[in-house]
């Protein structure tokens, strides 16, 4: 039987185990999925079309390593963690670019991967068995700050919290959660519990000792030409408005290294900078 939703999908009465993985990418309020479609994650495209319509929405891509960049650019810009699905082998192996400068951005992209499927008698002739692999995180493992690949729906849930607390405690960095096809696409025959949200306990960010932090106030306050190079100092959400603080009490330059948005591009601080450090170039 099928009922009709009130956004007019024709939705099945059956669940799959991939509409778990759904209510997962619901539980954690993703905001977007980047994605190039594959056939390994159809199960799982076919939950957040029909299942999950189309909530949140999905972002078609034409390659993989680009779904990984538009990922990684609204983490950057916002904070905030979103998803990219890569394509068995082959998506996974056009995506480690985008993977390894997520890393080194200290950017939170949950990437999703899907293989197989894993039973040989699922397979389809040649193509199914010349695109899996068995361990597929490895080929990421080193850029990636954990990777995973569940054996059944009931291990799907709290491996999802894991990853999740994973990727967003500091310094926070990229993960790789790995579905298999015949997993996805397997009817659900029993309800698989959610976690709580507290199981994605991201813990505080590590304090400075307050005796070295005095020590540092008072060479600041003592130097005679101090000079500040943000970088990835104002990535935290209260990071800007301190290093601006910083800047106008010691009425020190500001050099934001040009890479990410850490410092205001008109304030004096950036403009003094500019005229203490800038040459003419070449023609």
Excluded at 272 to 282: K, L
Aim: overall charge negative; proline content about 8%; hydrophobic content about 45%.
């Amino acid at each position: 039987m099928t009922t009709v939703s009130t956004k007019g999908i024709r939705k099945s009465n059956r669940r799959w185990q991939s509409d778990v993985i759904v209510d997962l990418i619901k539980h954690y309020d993703f905001p977007y999925i980047a994605l190039n479609p594959g056939a390994s994650f159809r199960g799982l495209h076919d939950s957040l079309v029909n299942y999950g319509e189309n909530e949140p929405p999905m972002l078609l891509c034409n390659h993989e390593k680009i779904a990984v960049q538009i990922a990684h650019g609204y983490a950057r810009a916002s904070g905030q963690p979103m998803i990219a699905i890569v394509h068995d082998v082959v998506g996974l192996l056009h995506a480690p670019m985008g993977i390894y400068y997520a890393y080194l951005d200290r950017a939170p992209v949950f990437v999703i991967g899907a293989t197989g499927p894993l039973a040989e008698p699922k397979r389809r002739a040649f193509i199914d068995w010349i695109h899996s692999a068995n361990v597929q995180g490895e080929a990421i493992r080193h850029i990636v700050k954990w990777d995973y690949q569940p054996a059944a729906i009931d291990g799907v849930p709290d491996a999802f919290a894991r990853a999740y607390s994973i990727m967003m405690s500091g310094r926070q960095g990229p993960i790789y959660m790995c579905y298999d096809a015949g997993l996805q696409e397997a009817a659900l025959d029993h309800e698989v519990r959610l976690p709580p949200h507290d199981a994605a306990w991201v813990p505080a960010a590590p304090a400075p000792d307050p005796v070295a932090l005095a020590n540092a106030a008072d060479a600041l306050a003592a130097a005679e030409r101090p000079v500040i190079i943000a970088d990835f100092a104002a990535r935290p959400p209260h990071g800007w408005e301190d290093v601006i603080a910083i800047a106008e009490t010691l009425g020190a330059p500001v050099w934001d290294c040009n890479s990410r948005l850490n410092f205001p591009s008109d304030h004096r601080s950036i403009s003094a900078w500019r005229r203490r450090n800038v040459t003419t170039a070449p023609m």
